[in-house]
């Protein structure tokens, strides 16, 4: 039995099954909680299931994409979308950035307001 205080150490390795065993709660919890979610919207609201389907169907989307051809391409899309709008960000707000930093007048002008 493992004492009380195992999680608590500082820098101490936890024994290498209770190590694999927090590996796969880790998973298996949130996909399990995903499952239980998604069947309670898709039996109760039928409309919402389109929005959060369960694992099985997306697993069975994730197949039909790969044999389709077209799963690796909509990645790209994806991947594409999620980094231009990444830069477009970055390409916004460091400019700010640095006029709130250098001038006190922009940075009265854009900081949130201290109630």
Known sequence: MLSPT????????????????????????????????????ATHYEVYAIFLPTPLR???????????????TDIAYSMFRVFSGFFLAALISVPLGVLMGAFASWRSLLEPMDM
């Open 6 to 41: 195992v999680f608590w150490r500082i820098a101490e390795d936890i024994p290498k099954k209770l190590s694999w065993t927090l590996i796969v709660l880790s998973i298996a919890i949130p996909i399990a909680l995903w499952w239980l979610v998604s069947e309670y919207i």
């Open 58 to 72: 997306t697993l069975e989307a994730l197949q039909r994409l790969w044999s389709e051809g077209i799963l690796l």
